[in-house]
């Protein structure tokens, strides 16, 4: 079975460093992004299974960036990943399509076991 591809956008490089090294362990192709414009480029160049992205992963309209017309392909589930707490911020990323969200600080388990949910809804 060939390895599921992850794009990891994360701003902090220690932590995107360290999230890259734990999703490889679990056996994913790993490429990263440090910002949305970086992780938009990446997903228009290649092809990815699911993107987990940094909040804030909505624009001022409070669309998920990563899904609007032109950004790839449609239907890449994406994990919003967060420090923020409030609920409200959450039902916004899952309004906007993302897949799930996850809040900060995130177990590589849990992430594992995240994506593979996510994956398996596709």
Do not use: W
Not at 21 to 47: C, N, S, W
Not at 84 to 102: I, K, Q, W
Request: with cysteine; net charge negative.
């Amino acid at each position: 079975m060939q390895a599921k591809a992850v794009l990891l956008i994360e701003s902090d490089r220690p932590l995107r460093e360290a999230m890259a090294h734990a999703l490889a362990v679990y056996g994913y192709q790993v490429q990263t992004a440090r910002d949305m414009p970086e992780g938009v480029a990446k997903i228009r160049e290649g092809e990815f299974d699911v993107v987990v992205a940094d909040a804030p992963c909505l624009d001022n309209g409070g669309n998920c960036v990563l899904l609007g017309p032109g950004d790839g392909e449609p239907g890449i589930p994406v994990i919003c990943i967060s420090d923020e707490r409030r609920a409200s911020f959450r039902d916004e990323a899952l309004e906007a399509g993302a897949s799930a969200y996850l809040i900060k600080p995130i177990t590589a388990a849990a992430l594992h076991s995240t994506i593979e949910e996510v994956l398996l809804q596709v």
